[in-house]
């Protein structure tokens, strides 16, 4: 399966087909009032949500069950959909599922938007139908905000001031990341020396393991520590290992894992997330992705 901007493409499409994706495309990227449907049961959080991403450029339609959201996807053409879980006549992932059969149907980009506690099967199934996940915690409006605008190509500086600095805010990385504890777990001392020098430079506490073994270690002497980057590669107890091992452990059933590989191979994200990770950077890391991955993490 491929996912691209007009949907799900489950085979290789015909000359009409391709004429009608590039037309869809066209379409969104030309239309000066840009379109969201929000898919919310709860009255007061839909109007909420609406309220919040709505703009002089930018309408909102709202679903309140997954048969009108599906209603209204055939009969429109969106640019996002912010998609609450909980619905009365179907779960969020069984709509995602009834879209991607539907070949006649554009899938925008989806946020799935819920306050229900994921549990890893459910975050891994989520993946592969949306393509961002926000849990109604700290600061949740503020990356639904985010995440709506880089779906619409919002120009922040041209929304209202209150919207704006929403968004601004959370990308003050240095206020955000400065305190943090971050255990860097990696065999190769060029990394490990790298990213302490650009997360210290943020004000974050970094912690050093060499590999798996003394990783867990680490852990167990230092509770303080808020997220750990998982090299994958490594002797003694590799990255997979490792996050089991962790995960293994109640108390670390939250705790925010980002595992990084150099080798960028076919299903490598797929293998770190069902061994326990929540995101997949590849080496070399790409500082700005990084900080991207650690604001959401540590703040969802």
């Not at 393509?131 to 503020?142: F, G, L, T, Y």
């Not at 880089?150 to 120009?155: A, E, G, I, K, Q």
């Not at 209150?162 to 955000?176: A, C, E, F, G």
């Not at 080798?263 to 490598?268: E, I, Q, V």
């Amino acid at each position: 399966r491929r996912k691209g901007a007009i949907g799900f493409l489950h085979k290789p499409a015909d000359r009409d087909e391709l004429d009608d994706a590039f037309r869809r495309i066209t379409e969104t990227f030309s239309k000066s009032i840009k379109t969201v449907l929000v898919v919310e049961d709860d009255s007061a959080l839909r109007g909420g949500i609406v309220e919040l991403i709505s703009d002089r450029d930018v309408r909102a339609d709202e679903a309140a069950t997954g048969a009108e959201a599906l209603r209204l996807l055939a009969e429109n053409v969106y640019d996002c959909v912010v998609l609450d879980l909980g619905l009365p006549d179907m779960d969020g992932t069984e709509l995602l599922r009834a879209l991607e059969s539907k070949r006649d149907v554009a899938i925008p980009p989806v946020i799935v938007y819920t306050g229900r506690a994921l549990d890893h099967d459910e975050e891994l199934e989520l993946r592969n139908f949306s393509d961002s996940i926000i849990i109604k915690d700290v600061r949740s409006e503020e990356r639904l905000m985010d995440e709506v605008s880089l779906f619409l190509h919002s120009v922040v500086s041209q929304m209202p001031e209150r919207k704006r600095k929403m968004i601004t805010d959370l990308h003050d990385v240095d206020r955000l990341l400065n305190g943090k504890q971050v255990l860097i777990v990696d065999d190769d001392m060029r990394t490990v020396f790298a990213l302490s020098r650009i997360l210290s430079g943020k004000g974050v506490k970094t912690h050093k393991a060499e590999n798996g073994e003394r990783a867990l270690a680490v852990l167990d002497q230092n509770p303080a520590i808020e997220m750990v980057l998982m090299d994958i590669m490594m002797p003694v107890m590799d990255g997979y290992e490792t996050m089991r091992r962790i995960r293994k452990q109640e108390r670390f059933r939250a705790l925010p894992i980002i595992a990084l590989t150099a080798k960028a191979m076919k299903g490598d994200q797929e293998r770190c997330i069902e061994a326990g990770a929540n995101d997949y950077l590849p080496k070399p890391v790409d500082e700005t992705r990084l900080y991207s991955m650690m604001r959401v993490w540590l703040y969802r």
